[in-house]
Each structure stands twice: as C-alpha cells, then as structure tokens.
C-alpha cells in the first residue's frame, strides 16, 4: 500500500527551481468540502484536538498554550518511507471573520528551514465548482450554500539534505499531502461534530501476515464482498462490484509497519449512499492464527439524510459485509476436516441444563490431545481426583467402550461410555451411564463433550461442556459445582503436566556498544548481570573505561517455564559509592526455539545495544518432583538461606533490638535514622528525627502484644491448609484466594468487582489511598496523548471545562531509582464524573498513561482495552503498583508514623505532665514511639527490611521517593482542609464529586476536633500574650521545628488562632488521618490482584496484546505473596483506645470534654446512619472515619 504512494511521488514531476538549496516552494489547492463553510471552520476551535486527528503527526505533546493562537505543539512527522523527524508547529493566526487559520513551524528543523501553512474556508456559491479530476465522477452540487471552499496553502524552505528526499518531500506535498490534510480536517468534523462514525472490530481466523497481505494490496478486493475487480489509477481506484455498480475511492494513509490502511471516498450516491466516506482498517494479531481488525468508519450521508437514521441503515447493511469477511477469511476448513464433519458427531439429546469449563495449557494441541486421549486408566496421570479408572472388561479403548472409576472425594463408582471420539479435530463426546451408590436424584441425558483447540503453536484451549437433565432442579447447581469441579481438576492437571518443562539457557555475553554515560563525562566500567526472572543471577568481569565494552563470557542458566523472560542489567562498576545501573535489555524465552542457537543485538532501554547468542534446551521430563518444586517457591523472603557473612550482622541487630526494647529508662531525646548498610550514601539523617530507643513507658503492654501475637498465630494458622487450597484452586485468580481461610476472612465482594472500572476509581474515594484524587482544572497536566480521551461523548478539554476531570499523578515516582527485576512507572491517570440516571453521578475511567517520554507514550483506556483487554488490566495494574509505593512510603510510614515522632519527644521534653497542652496530646502519641520503633528495625530495618521485596521500589527506593518529597514537606500547608483544597475539595463540596467520603467524614471530624482544641485554648490562655509568654510551649516548637526535622512547623506560636491551628492539626494527623490510610490494609491489600505492590514485568511493546498467562507471570508469585497479607492483617489490627474514648481534658475543662464527647458521638451516629443507607443500596460503606473507629493515636 505505501508502495502505491510511493510510486505516485516517483512520477511526479517536480519544478527544477523548487529543488536549489534556500528555495521557496509554493504551492496550493483548493477544494469543495460536502459541509458547509461554517460546520467546516468549526474544527479550528481547538489547536491541539484538532492535532490528534491528523494522520501521521506522532507523539504529540503540548509545549506551549491551550490551543489558542500562541499555542505550540511538538509532533514525530512519520509519512511512510519519505523523510520524516520532529516538528514543532504554532498557531499564528486564527481569523473568525475571515475564516483565515495559519502555522508556522517554530523553529528551523531537518526538515524544514521554514514552513508555514494556511487555510481558508469560504462559503461556495457557485454550484458548478469542482476540483479537476479526470476519473473521478463529479456530482453537481444543488445547494451552494451547504459547501465549503476550503484552500490551503503552503510556504516552506526545505533542509533535507538528500537531494532524492527532498525531491520527494516536495513531490508528496504536490500530488497527496495538501488535499489529504483538509480532508483530514474534514473527517474530523464528520466524526467528532457531526457524529459520522461507527467503528467495527472483527476477529478472523487467519495470521495478520495473510491478512495485510491482502487487505494493504491495493489491487486486491477480494475482501470486499461483491467486488468484483478494480482499476487503479495512482492512488485512487474505482472497485467495480456485480450488478454494474462501481465505487471510487482514493488512498488516503498507509504504514505497513502499523498494519494500517485508510482510504476514503466522495459522492457515491448509488452504492454506500454517502457524499463522504473514509474506513480506516488496523490490523492486530491476537495469536498467529488470529487477526483482529478493526474497521473505524466516518461517513457523510448524502441527500443530508438526519445522521442517527442513516447510521442505522449505514451499520445494519454493513455489518453484513462485515460478518462475510470475518466468514471469508477465517481459515477454511480442510479436506479432511470436511469430511469428518460431514462424518459429525453422533446426534444426543441435549439436557435442559448445561456445565462447561474451560483452560488453557501450555503445549501443542497435538501433544496436548496425545496425553489425554487415553480413556482410561492412564488419564489418572493428570486427573488426579481419581482412586482408579479402568476401561470394562473385555473393552479396548475404543468408540463405545465403557470406563468405570472411583473418585477419592465421593467414593462412588460411575460408569461412563465414549460415544464419539475425532482424533484429528481434537474432540470427543461420553455419556454417564450409572452411578453407584445412585444419587439422591435422577440425572439423565448427560453428554460431556471435550474439545481442544490450539492457540497459536504452543497453547492448547482445552474446553469441557456438559449438557444434562435431572429429576429435581433444586440440584442442578450442585452437580453443576461437582461437574465443574472434576472438569477443572483435568485441566489443572494438564497444565501441572506440561508447565513444568525444565531446561537449560547458554548465554553467550558478547559485547555492547554506544552504552549511555552514568558518570558525566567519564567512561563507564561496565559488566553484565543476568537471571531468568527470580533465578540466581550471574554477573559477567567488568571492563574498564569503555562505553563499548567487550566480554565475550558464557553462562549456562536454569529454566523452569517458557514464559521466562532473561533479564540483562548492564552496571557501572563504581569504586566509591553504589554501582549505577546504566540499563535493562529483556529477552522473552517464547521467541527461542529448542535446540536451536539465537543471535541477538538487544536494545538497551538507558542506551546503547547489547549483542547476545542464545542457545535454549528444554528438556522433555520434568527434572524434579511437583511436590519439591512446590515447597522451593514456599519459602517465604525472609526464611530464604542466608550467606554465613550475613550472620553476624543480622545477629548484632537483633540484641540491639532487644537490649534496647528493654530501655534505659525514661528518656526522651531525639536520634537520626541511620543509613541503610547496602546504601551508605542517601542521608536519611535528614528524615523526621525519632526518639532514642524505646523508654520504657512507650513499651507495648503485654495485653497488645498479645494482641499482636494472637494475630500473628491467625495467620500461621491459616497457613496450614494452604497447599490444599492452592491444588484446588479453579479459576485462574482463585490461587491468590488460597490465602483467606477460617482465621483470615475474604473480601468477597472485592474479589467480585476489582477488575471493573467503577471498582479502580471507587477505591480512590473510599480506599486505602484517598489522598492523590485531583479536580483538573490545568491543561498543562495532561498529556497530549491523553488529549483525545473522551467520557460520555466529552472530550478530555469539555470535561475539563465542566469541571468534570480528574487527574491522579504519580509524579514522586520519577525520582525512584531503578530496581533490578522489578519495573514501575510514575503514571497519570485520568477520570471522569460520570453522569447517571436520576441526577446521581460517579467515578470513571478516561485512561492511564504510564510514561512520559519525549517519544512515544501509550495510553491505555476502556477504548483500548476492547482490543488489548489485557494490557489494560495490566496497565491498571502498575498504576496500583504505583499507588501501593506511594501510599505506603509517603501517606501512611512518612507523613504519619515518622513525620509525627518529633512532636512526642518535643512534648516530652519540654512540657510538663500538667501543662495543658501536654495533657491535650498526650493520649494523642500513645503508643507511637513503640510502633515506629518496631517499623524502623522491621520493615525499613538496616538488616533485613520486610518492605524489601515486597515492594516494587525496594526498601530504599522507598525511602529515597520520602527523603525527596520530605524536603518540600510543609505540615501548615498539610493541614486536612489545605491539602484537601489544594486538591481542589472543600467542605461545601463545590467540585461536585460525589462518594468522596473521606472528605466528607474528614471536614466534620476537623470541625469537632477544632471546636474541641478551641475550648481548651480558650480556657488555658487568656489572650494572645499569654500564648506569647509561654515560654515551655516556644522551646516546645522551636525544638520540634528545628532539630525535630518537622519542616514547616512554626518556629514560635504567638497567637491562639495559631495554637488552635497547629494543635488540631497534629490531633488529626494522628488520628483520623492515620486511620484512614491504615485501617483498610487488609481490606484492600489481602487480595493481590487488585493491589500487587511489585510487578516483575514492563509493560509490553508492539501492536498486540498481551497474553493473560503474562499478566500472571508479573504478579508476585502466589505462593510467595504472604508478606503483604502477614503485613496488612498485622497493621489492620483495631485499635482498642477510639477517639471518642479520649479524657484529657475530663477533669480540668469538664465542659470541653462534653462537648467533644457529646459531638463524636452525634458524628458516629451520622455516619453509621449514612453508612446504612449505603449498604441499603448495595454500596460499600465508609467506615474508617466513624469516631468509635478512629484510633485516638498511630499505634499500629
Ligand atoms: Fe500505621
């Protein structure tokens, strides 16, 4: 297809003066548009929309403005195989009254030294007026008025050196480019203002290959049904279909690299009835037998028949087309498979009622069927549920044999028989004969048909369908579990039987080249690390000061599936400080073929290319027992075995651990964290301060460890059974369920509903991180990727304007270093309010965009999810990955646990046990030092920290994202109603979101709390002056302030209004703050899909989708995820000392107290009441702000 363009600039002529270097070239073209000049100029109304629909401006982003004049815009200019780069375009002039609309390149390019193109649209009178086209038919216009005259115009100096390029360029724009672009324009206000368009996906049969082969030949219509051949003419051709009827249109896109085909035509009043047409055809490759098309029309109706009407008759006699297409082109059935379907199955009369179960196993459909086509006693190999199967005497496993086998649940014996079996199809069909004991019921006409189909060469779709009937119906769901049950224990055993293919990976390291410079303007010391995902990895010698290094070192590596990938890390040996990573190349197992050796030269993402050979061995038996390999990825991270060097500092750790537990008294003096033993160099000496260890009076009582015991016991109880759980585990998210059991509950309703969109946006209003949540009111946030997102018809812009967007950005995330195995992004999502019936509204999706390269960035919404479902669910995926990072190092350890630790020892320190404001705060810290103490030397620990492979961004990652966003730190601007309003919420609610239930609960908790602080204030000081002369309280700030590292906190208090500000705010830090994004852990986190907190996986590039088993492969392992659920069970253990149990103020200011006790509880009632009501409706309700759940301190 870009051939047929290509061709058509090879024949240009192109004027010899255009050619000499400076030149100006000239040219323009002038066209009537089927709309009028009105509806037509509407498209300028917005610069950068108006950019997302021309075809061929790649990556665009936003540089400068709103798409008004002014506005300027970047883009990859990508016409195929001509000369293409990156432009920056402005918009100079945007006439109304003259409809007059120009740019101008911003700056000199390779391309271009200068550009400037102009439209104008006038209104066409003259009904007559036509372009000259030899063989395109011409319709008279009726009405003059309807058409606009649209002529553009452009002026460019060339730069492209090549002399045959520039000839090209400049022949492009005179044959192709200038009409192209306002018929761009043009398709743009068919579909975007008119409503002109309908996009069909069809899934064919047939590789993608075949398919473009046919589809981007533009002489070939075989695919269009009813043609019946076609005369090309350059890039226009006329398809002549049966009955003498005849279609012209012109090529409008091609790029074979995107397996994309876009032609459009003009009046075709007899035949698609339109007086503008363009299809847009993209191909996808779901497996390689398996293409999916998409085909994206805009039309124009002619005889301006209304849009809706015409676009139902428009798809309905499409989809006819369509559905011959997908017919056509899916893979004809062969000879042989004709006959035997001639031959067919035997006929059976279907039950009423049905059961079916489907999996997919990884092996080749042939050796997939070889194993279980056996009926019976081998099949005991896979479908382990059986005590015995034997075929009858005197039987040979043949059609009409019977089997009769025991199960080791039931213990009964059953009888079954093979009516049918087809060996080159992959199917057979047995009936149930007898059972005995017989059942309590009477079942009958019960069919199992089994049928395997192979999806792409090494994947088999296994599928069990049954048919039965049965004397009661009450029992019909039972024997449909039952059935269901022993179905998935065959394809279980399947997979177990054909996943645990072990081989063996020869690694040659050969040598890199042009690898990117990590230390300025040295050369790196470069050397190679190289695992299979988790295996052991292997480190190549390093090679001094080259950025082009040669190692020329082999390796021989262990694989235990073909889903593996092989991960590079190229290192910078450094002899101060930590090696620097200087990149990753990644290599999927899948695209090696056994016994055959690879040689690759590897991208390195960071820079430069890696050459590599391959040579992989899978070998045919598994080389060890199911059983061991099971207990191997048991173990848990921190039981792993530990190098004997290790010891001695683990061991110094824990005495220091426990001498200090048990305390030197009652001190209180502040200490800085210390750095990490694998990280010398990142100063955590400038985190909050905390408490020297442990005082006596901060230890746990023995009733909460206790507590913490008994939980703990919970989950090793729960524990036990697990293996069981997990060898029954069904559907392909049941293994992550294994964890929940009698002691550990599910949240059902949660594993139901994460994977839908409402679900994802919900839990940023009501989840465990409501804190990230912003109203977009600034274009300059958003991507221009994500410009032409749209919500309920709205653009991302008209969104925006109706106060309808919102965005979440992961910006902290940028500054986390690289971890080795483990890939994360800092990304944007964007949501929408929703609108629904009954004046109610909600929460959606827009779409994620998880990079924000200068290049090219994917967006991911429910638009593309409806080709690439599994990629969106991934991309979902690292967004909670993200968010888990975020949530846990800054929002819950930081800006709580730690950022509140210097105020506990500044009150200590300074003001006595009878000062007021001690006696205010002190139930406030309870328990805080104990707990953060416990945290530092467990989950952050300098030994051991838990949070290490837990987390995608490893501990000091972490760490690292607190220590960059604690300096911007400022705790006045952090205060609940600022942080909130900075967000663009407030108490009244004028963002209009509704269901954002932390704010609401919040704002009122604030206002109890600030009523509450105010009253002891006004009873402690008198006046300002008072507050002034308090000398225990300024020494208080200015310690806290100053060495206590609480950044933004006043140096010195001299007014109650301050006092009053500064008290609620620590009070509500501790307390509601901190319980709202620590109480729901278990709830959100206990089922990893819907919040992994690492993935092991990119995400994928290319056209295609995903394959599900990936988005499996990435999760952290399900055996192996026991951490997050120990650690979100632990730390959602309640709090037994409520808000409202609070009683400092009892006996000094009884009044205050009342009150405060008297408001908490009115507020808990509210609460519950609304919560009722919620659950009335079948919502969930938000229970973490309920005063008698909010903890009075952080002490978990
Ligand atoms: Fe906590």
Redesign the pocket.
């Known amino acids: 297809m870009a051939a047929t363009l290509k061709k058509v600039v090879e024949d240009c002529k192109v004027p010899g003066e255009f050619m000499s270097d400076g030149a100006e070239v000239f040219l323009t073209h002038s066209e009537d548009m089927p709309v009028s000049a009105e509806v037509y100029w509407s498209a300028f109304r917005d610069f950068v929309e108006l950019q997302l629909h021309m075809e061929g401006h790649e990556k665009l982003r936003v540089l400068k403005g709103s798409g008004k004049v002014g506005t300027v815009v970047s883009f990859y200019y990508d016409p195929t195989d001509l000369a293409e780069g990156q432009r920056e375009m402005k918009l100079v002039e945007k006439d109304d009254s003259t409809r007059t609309w120009r740019v101008q390149e911003a700056a000199p390019n390779e391309l271009y030294k200068s550009y400037e193109m102009t439209i104008k649209v006038e209104g066409s009178t003259t009904a007559e007026k036509k372009v000259k086209r030899s063989n395109v038919r011409l319709r008279t216009k009726h009405d003059g008025t309807t058409t606009a005259k649209v002529t553009i115009s452009v002026r460019f100096v060339s730069a492209i050196k090549d002399l045959n390029e520039r000839r090209q360029d400049i022949a492009y724009h005179m044959v192709h480019l200038l009409g192209a672009r306002i018929r761009d324009i043009l398709n743009f206000v068919v579909r975007e203002k008119l409503g002109g368009k309908h996009r069909f996906d069809l899934d064919i049969g047939c590789s993608r290959e075949k398919m473009w082969g046919i589809v981007g030949n533009f002489n070939d219509v075989t695919w269009i049904r009813e043609a019946t051949g076609t005369t090309v003419n350059g890039i226009r051709r006329t398809i002549h279909f049966t009955k003498d009827r005849s279609l012209e249109v012109r090529l409008a896109w091609a790029d074979s690299s995107d397996y994309l085909f876009v032609y459009e035509g003009d009046d075709s009043p007899d035949f698609l009835h339109c007086k503008y047409y363009r299809g847009r055809i993209q191909l996808f490759a779901v497996n390689p037998n398996r293409v999916r098309v998409t085909y994206d029309c805009s039309f124009l109706p002619a005889n301006d028949s209304p849009m809706e009407e015409f676009k139902k008759r428009f798809v309905g006699a499409f989809s006819s087309g369509v559905a011959w297409l997908e017919a056509t082109f899916s893979k004809p059935k062969t000879d042989r498979e004709a006959t035997t379907t001639a031959a067919g199955p035997p006929a059976f009369k279907k039950g009423a009622y049905s059961t079916s179960a489907c999996g997919t196993v990884r092996g080749p459909v042939e050796e997939v069927w070889k194993v279980f086509r056996p009926f019976g006693r081998e099949c005991m190999e896979y479908w382990k549920i059986y005590d015995s199967m034997e075929i009858e005497a005197p039987g040979n496993d043949v059609q009409g044999c019977i089997r009769l086998f025991k199960t080791s649940k039931t213990k009964s014996t059953i009888r079954e028989r093979l009516e049918w079996r087809d060996d080159e199809n992959h199917a057979e069909i047995y009936s149930l004969l007898s059972m005995e004991p017989p059942p309590p019921v009477t079942m009958s006409n019960t069919y199992t048909t089994v049928t395997m189909t192979a999806v792409g060469e090494k994947e088999t779709e296994v599928k069990f369908e049954c048919t039965f009937d049965v004397s009661v119906s009450f029992a019909v769901s039972r024997i449909q579990d039952n059935q269901k049950g022993a179905y998935m224990a065959c394809i279980n055993g399947l997979q177990q039987l054909f996943h645990s293919e072990v081989g063996t990976l020869e690694v040659v390291v050969g040598s890199a080249s042009d690898l990117a410079r990590t230390d300025g303007w040295f050369d790196a010391d470069p050397y190679i690390v190289l695992a299979v995902n988790d295996g052991k990895p292997v480190t190549t010698k390093v090679c001094h000061s080259t950025q082009n290094p040669i190692w020329d070192e082999r390796f021989q590596l262990s694989v235990t599936s073909r889903t593996r990938n092989i991960i590079f890390t190229v290192m910078d040996r450094d002899t101060v400080g930590q090696d620097d990573i200087m990149g990753t190349a990644n290599v999927n197992l899948d695209e090696l073929t056994s016994g055959k050796e690879k040689k690759m030269a590897l991208d390195v993402q960071g820079g430069g290319t890696l050459n590599v050979r391959l040579y992989l061995k899978m070998h045919d038996k598994p080389k060890e027992p199911e059983g061991e390999k099971l207990i191997t990825s048991l173990a848990i991270p921190f039981l792993a075995p530990v190098a004997q060097s290790e010891m001695d500092a683990i061991r110094n750790e824990f005495v220091l651990l426990i001498s200090s537990f048990l305390g030197p008294g009652q001190k209180y003096e502040y200490e800085y964290m210390k750095p990490l033993r694998t990280h010398p160099d990142v100063p955590l000496e400038e985190y909050p301060a905390a408490c020297v260890p442990m005082p006596t009076g901060e230890m746990f009582t023995p009733q909460k460890a206790g507590r913490l015991m008994e939980r703990l016991m919970q989950f090793i109880a729960s524990q036990g059974q697990i293996m069981v759980r997990l060898a029954q585990a069904k559907g392909i998210w049941d293994p992550w369920k294994a964890n929940f059991s009698g002691y550990l509950p599910a949240n059902e309703r949660l594993i139901e509903e994460w994977q839908k969109d409402e679900e994802f946006c919900r839990q940023y209003l009501q989840g465990i991180n409501p804190m990230l949540v912003t109203v977009c009111k600034d274009q300059s946030r958003i991507p221009a990727e994500m410009l032409g997102l749209k919500g309920q018809g709205k653009t991302t812009l008209q969104l925006m304007e109706e106060n309808r967007l919102f965005i979440v950005d992961y910006a902290p995330m940028l500054g986390v270093p690289p971890t080795p195995g483990k890939f994360f992004y800092a990304p944007i999502v964007l949501m929408y309010k929703e609108q629904l019936a009954g004046g109610k509204s909600r929460l959606n999706m827009l779409g994620i965009q998880l990079t924000r390269d200068k290049g090219e960035n994917e967006v991911y919404s429910p638009e593309s999810a409806k080709t690439h479902p599994n990629k969106y669910m991934f991309a979902k995926m690292h967004v909670v990955s993200a968010d888990n990072n975020v949530h846990q190092f800054l929002y ?1 350890l930081g800006y709580t ?1 730690l950022g509140m630790e210097p105020l506990v020892v500044a009150m200590h320190t300074h003001l006595p046990p009878d000062h007021p404001i001690h006696r205010l705060l002190l139930p406030h810290f309870k328990d805080t030092i104990g707990i953060n103490y416990l945290a530092r030397h467990s989950l952050v620990s300098r030994i051991f920290p838990i949070t290490d492979p837990m987390f995608a961004t490893s501990t000091v990652g972490g760490l690292i994202m607190f220590l960059e966003e604690w300096r911007k730190y400022n705790f006045m601007d952090m205060a609940f109603p600022e942080e909130l309003k900075r967000r663009g919420f407030d108490e009244a609610g004028t963002d209009g979101l509704e269901n954002y239930f932390y704010r609401d609960d919040g704002f009122k908790l604030w206002n109890v709390y600030k009523t509450y602080v105010t009253g002891m204030v006004n009873h402690a000081y008198t006046g300002d002056k008072a507050v002034q002369a308090d000398k225990a309280l300024q020494e208080f700030c200015r310690m806290t302030e100053g060495p206590g590292h609480l950044h933004g906190f006043p140096r010195e208090i001299s007014t109650k209004k301050l006092l009053i500000d500064c008290l609620t705010n620590i009070i509500f830090n501790v307390s509601a703050q ?1 319980s709202a994004v ?1 109480f729901p852990q278990y709830e959100y986190y206990s089922f990893i899909p819907n919040r992994p907190a690492q993935l092991s996986m990119p995400m994928p590039d290319g056209p295609n989708d995903m394959l599900e088993s990936a988005v499996l492969e990435a999760l952290p392992h399900e055996t192996n995820t026991a951490l997050q659920v120990l650690l979100s069970y632990m ?1 959602s253990m309640p709090s037994q000392t409520a808000i409202t149990g609070v009683e400092a103020m009892k006996d000094v200011y009884p009044d205050v107290h009342e009150k405060f006790h008297t408001q908490l509880l009115d507020l808990s009632k509210e609460i519950k009441a609304r919560n009722e009501g919620l659950k009335g409706e079948g919502k969930v309700a938000y229970t973490y702000l309920d005063p008698e759940n909010v903890a009075m301190s ?1 002490d ?1």
Do not use: G, K
């Open positions: 819950h646990h901190h620590n730390l952080i978990i």
